[in-house]
């Protein structure tokens, strides 16, 4: 499998599935990251506030520094 990136809010809805996700690609030795944005809420990507640009800039990091 391709290397994965996992991101999670605080407040979403599917937070422990999607943790759990992450778990289960890394023992079966996926490259994958697993990051959760404490205090967001679902749907942030597409918000107007500051913190999207964190989440923004997780998204591009880890797409300019992966090897696929």
């Known amino acids: 499998m391709p290397a994965t990136l996992v991101l999670t809010t605080e407040h979403e809805v ?3 599935e999607a943790k759990q996700f992450a778990e289960r690609l890394k023992a079966a030795g996926v ?3 697993d990051v959760r944005f404490d205090g967001l809420v679902h ?4 918000g107007a506030i500051p913190r999207c640009q ?5 998204i591009s990091s880890w797409l300019c520094c992966t090897d696929r």
């Open 14 to 16: 599917v937070r422990e």
């Open 31 to 33: 490259d994958c990251r």
């Open 43 to 46: 749907g942030v990507f597409w």
């Open 54 to 58: 964190d989440l923004h800039d997780k």
